[in-house]
């Protein structure tokens, strides 16, 4: 299986700040990858798919970046919505594992 | 729009098994995957396994087979889950996700979970 190395754990900053969440692989996943954001009680919503596209009616100011092993989230200017955990999950090979989470508070 | 609507909470004693749904509507249910996804409270997310409601073909997360089954009915666009010989690791909330193979695999549109508690 492959495994999904999130970092950090968690995160505390204010509104307006940049912010980058990385995930690494075990292996070699070739831009299949996945970030979802999760909020408090709610179900998970796609952020990003194939690294770096932005699903529908995400805003800018979020971005994905990575290749191979090595893949990052970046939330520029951060706002008061962007609070929340955060996942990334790769789509090479089942099962298809996620990442331990990322969990942004406000400083 | 796409939704998927699942079941309500169930409260289920250990040893026992509780089937849950997930209903699609919005898109052509046979066109996409029906993923399952498992989070503890205050846990991180884990993939159960999914189908193609098209094929009825399934994939398990090795860890979840002989616990959880997976099945579709096409007449009523209706994804179920069946999770057997329940303890209390089985205590989670449970999502379905709807996969898009066109966007590298990414699960789009999820469910608000169904809550299960395996108590006595």
């Known amino acids: 299986d492959i495994q999904m190395t999130q970092s950090p754990a968690s995160l505390s900053v204010s509104v307006g700040e940049t912010v980058t969440i990385t995930c690494r692989a075990s292996e070699n996943i070739y831009s299949n990858l996945a970030w979802y954001q999760q909020k408090q009680g709610k179900s998970p919503q796609l952020l990003v798919y194939a690294a770096t596209n932005l699903a529908d009616g995400v805003p800018s100011r979020f971005s994905g970046s990575g290749s191979g092993t090595q893949y990052s989230l970046k939330i520029n200017s951060l706002q008061s919505e962007d609070f929340g955990s955060y996942y990334c999950?790769?789509?090479?090979?089942?099962?298809?594992?996620f990442g331990g989470g990322t969990k942004l508070e406000i400083k | 729009q796409v939704q998927l609507q699942q079941s309500g909470p169930e409260l289920v004693k250990p040893g026992a098994s509780v089937k849950m749904s997930c209903k699609a509507s919005?898109?052509?249910?046979?066109?996409?995957?029906i993923s399952w996804v498992k989070q503890r409270t205050g846990q991180g997310l884990e993939w159960i396994g999914e189908i193609y409601p098209g094929s009825g073909s399934t994939y398990y997360n090795e860890k979840f087979k002989g616990k959880a089954t997976l099945t579709a009915d096409k007449s009523s666009n209706t994804a179920y889950m069946q999770l057997s010989s329940l303890t209390s690791e089985d205590s989670a909330v449970y999502f379905c996700?709807?996969?898009?193979?066109?966007?590298?695999?990414?699960?789009?549109?999820w469910g608000q979970g169904t809550s299960v508690t395996v108590s006595s």
């Open positions: 999950q790769h789509f090479w090979g089942t099962p298809w594992t």
């Open positions: 919005g898109y052509t249910f046979t066109d996409y995957v």
């Open positions: 996700a709807r996969r898009q193979l066109g966007l590298r695999g990414a699960m789009d549109y």
